[in-house]
């Protein structure tokens, strides 16, 4: 009787085991972000940490790639057999990978849902539009673009604000003074995402457009080429060589450049050494703040917004756990406190999606969004009327991630402006290009 004994309490300290084990063991759910710069990443630990502290049931693994290396490094997972469950990235990569069925629309719908359609900008949610339905992946922060510009400097020589195309290249030749190593603006001439961004604004606002309705390709438009002349006219009062965003950023906190082409991003740059500096340092920065505008809107045959927006989506997975436990952390990222902490990490530049978060008196008392005052209130609404390539007619084409993920936009802007090609043979090269890169 005592060795019968022995033996159930042996299998009942067994099962105990076996049972609490299973409780305790946590599911790992594997995060890619493209928010690579050290502070951010301490702060996404932060939030991590917070998530694991609050339940027991899901880990995060955090991984940092750039943004410019999503697509070779999914491929490199797919082929050794992991990919994440969970990616942060721009609309672009997103609708690629949706187009390419790599992503759980309906894991994104259900996140989208929790959250509350009602309660995300609707060009926001446009920008990640499945054709299908739903959507291929939730809204998580945006940026709005357009041209920076030196209010007091416009004001002595009694120009206008630069928001067609007349008053931009009016401006741009009145600042342009290459001896004196002072130009006129900074736009994208280099084949990088830059370059692309800041062409878009002008193409949209001449009704230039990458697809047409039906979804033909009509990169070599009469509309397009017109976009690429007057853009490679504006190029030549820009500072020497291909200009990338670093040189928009340094070039015009170093007074050299009235004005430049740059997402609210700036904000952070101008506003954080506003708030660092004291004495007379800080009271010239802080007067660059005063002295800084922002025209969003860009005026010739139509008005043009454009912008960002960076998602959170899920690849598709066998793994129902690890998937839910995505979506649970995706859902924590998005709400309240974690969500404005989150923002925070670059206020001004990361914009919420969601108006409730954009209007909460916690997100706005930071120090960095009051030194801008008003200037501020104003950006995040943007994001219900930002414009991109992939959007005609309120159709979404997510074959642009195609096109996008090569540089072809940039590409072309540097066969004119680094080689002297015409605008029109430089259509036809990128609509070659775009073609190819569709097939």
């Given amino acids: 009787m005592r060795k019968k004994a022995l033996v159930k309490i042996s299998l009942l300290l067994v099962l105990v085991f076996v049972f609490t084990a299973t409780s305790f063991a946590q599911t790992t759910v594997e995060y890619w972000t493209t928010q690579t710069e050290q502070e951010r990443v301490e702060v996404i630990n932060d939030l991590i940490a917070r998530f694991e502290s609050q339940q027991d049931q899901y880990q995060i693994e955090l991984v940092t790639v750039q943004e410019n290396d999503i697509p070779t490094k999914l491929a490199s997972g797919m082929a050794a057999g992991r990919l994440p469950q969970m990616i942060e990235v721009g609309a672009e990569n997103i609708l690629n990978l949706g187009a390419e069925g790599m992503l759980d629309s309906e894991a994104v719908n259900d996140v989208v849902n929790r959250i509350g359609e009602e309660d995300i900008y609707d060009g926001a949610l446009?920008?990640?539009?499945?054709?299908?339905?739903?959507?291929?992946?939730?809204?998580?922060?945006?940026?709005?673009?357009?041209i920076w510009y030196r209010e007091d400097l416009f004001e002595e020589r009694g120009l206008e604000p630069p928001t067609t195309w007349e008053s931009i290249m009016t401006a741009a030749k009145e600042f342009y003074?290459?001896?004196?190593?002072?130009?006129?603006?900074?736009?994208?001439?280099?084949?990088?995402?830059?370059?692309?961004q800041t062409f878009t604004q002008y193409a949209l606002s001449n009704n230039a457009r990458i697809f047409d309705e039906e979804g033909n390709l009509v990169f070599n438009s009469p509309e397009m080429v017109e976009t690429l002349k007057f853009y490679a006219e504006l190029a030549e009062t820009t500072p020497p060589g291909p200009n990338g965003w670093r040189d928009a950023r340094d070039l015009y906190l170093a007074g050299r450049v009235p004005m430049m082409m740059y997402s609210t991003y700036i904000m952070d740059d101008i506003g954080l050494q506003a708030t660092d500096y004291a004495g007379e340092q800080g009271a010239i920065i802080e007067n660059l703040v005063d002295k800084t505008n922002f025209a969003n809107t860009m005026k010739h045959k139509t008005e043009a917004v454009f912008g960002q927006i960076n998602g959170l989506t899920f690849i598709k997975s066998e793994d129902q756990e690890k998937l839910e436990g995505a979506k649970t952390f995706a859902e924590f990222l998005l709400t309240g406190e974690n969500y404005i902490d989150f923002l925070h990490m670059a206020p001004g530049g990361m914009n919420p999606v969601r108006p409730s978060i954009a209007n909460d008196p916690q997100y706005l008392e930071h120090e960095l969004l009051e030194v801008w005052g008003e200037k501020s209130a104003r950006i995040a609404s943007g994001?219900?009327?930002?414009?991109?390539?992939?959007?005609?007619?309120?159709?979404?084409?997510?074959?642009?991630?195609?096109?996008?993920?090569?540089?072809?936009?940039?590409?072309?802007?540097?066969?004119?402006?680094?080689?002297?090609?015409?605008?029109?043979?430089?259509?036809?090269?990128?609509h070659n290009e775009m073609q190819d890169a569709l097939d």
């Fill in 177 to 196: 003074k290459p001896e004196e190593q002072q130009y006129g603006i900074v736009i994208g001439t280099n084949k990088d995402a830059y370059a692309r």
């Fill in 383 to 430: 994001l219900n009327s930002i414009g991109k390539f992939g959007y005609v007619g309120g159709r979404v084409f997510p074959e642009i991630g195609n096109i996008t993920s090569q540089f072809i936009v940039g590409q072309t802007i540097m066969r004119m402006t680094e080689r002297g090609w015409s605008a029109e043979r430089a259509a036809e090269w990128g």
């Fill in 126 to 146: 446009k920008m990640l539009s499945n054709p299908a339905g739903g959507y291929f992946g939730v809204p998580f922060h945006g940026w709005v673009q357009g």
